[in-house]
């Protein structure tokens, strides 16, 4: 029986586990409308997820004050909680394959630009708050790609750099587990284009979410 490269499996959430991307991008033009600020196309807004919500501010709005920053993530937020408003839902097969790898004997935890309220809910409305060891959010640390989320999570669970994997949709998920010293494995299927993601030191590139338990196997056998 072939030894097991990694012990600890990180996940981005929106983007890699949720599919969640027109969601977040209507509240992103809500909130900058309310700012009195417009954007011509969505490209701008989705090149910004997977960040925290300050450093979105300040990436939309790079002229703008702290004050209308503020303003921002605040609008932000009212619309991303709005009771109206359904929430988004896992992508196809991502329950079944969390619950494979749980029965692998892999340890899952969460890296993600939301806040913790938001991951919190989400993980209540996707029950899923008891198949992940540990969750880090960007308001209760540093914000991707900073790697101080994928360190404390290290620190957190007692596992190296060195047996712990990635997973992730934006570069900025590459980034921050290139400067964790961690492996990473790209998703190809959420926010930032496979052919950008390549670009960075990833192991691969999955078409979606329910390749991951076979990619994993190959890999941990050598192949």
């Known amino acids: 029986m072939h030894e097991r490269r990694f012990d600890l499996l990180v996940f981005d959430w ?33 090149t910004v997820i997977g960040l925290g919500l300050p450093e979105v501010a300040a990436t939309l709005l790079p002229s703008a004050s702290a004050a209308v920053w503020s303003r921002f ?17 896992l992508f196809s097969g991502a329950r079944e394959v969390l619950g494979e790898l749980r029965g692998r004997g892999y340890r899952l935890a969460v890296a993600t630009g939301k806040s913790r309220a938001g991951l919190d809910r989400e993980l209540r409305n996707t029950d899923l708050v008891d198949v992940f060891t540990s969750t880090r959010c960007a308001d209760e640390t540093r914000s991707k790609p900073h790697p101080q989320m994928l360190a404390e999570l290290l620190a957190e669970t007692g596992v190296s750099a060195t047996r712990a994997l990635m997973i992730g949709d934006t570069t900025f998920d590459l980034e921050m587990a290139a400067a964790a010293s961690m492996a ?3 998703v190809g299927y959420g926010t930032h284009p496979p052919e950008q993601l390549l670009r960075l030191a990833a192991l691969g590139c999955l078409t979606e979410i329910g390749a991951l338990p076979g990619w994993l196997a190959s890999y941990e056998a050598g192949g």
């Open 14 to 46: 929106d983007g890699t586990l949720v599919d969640s991307e027109a969601r977040i991008v209507a509240c992103l033009r809500l909130a900058m409308e309310d700012c009195d600020s417009r954007v011509d196309d969505d490209g701008p807004l989705r």
């Open 73 to 89: 993530v605040a609008c932000y937020r009212t619309h991303w909680f709005a009771p109206e408003r359904a929430p988004a839902g």
């Open 184 to 186: 990473a494995l790209a």
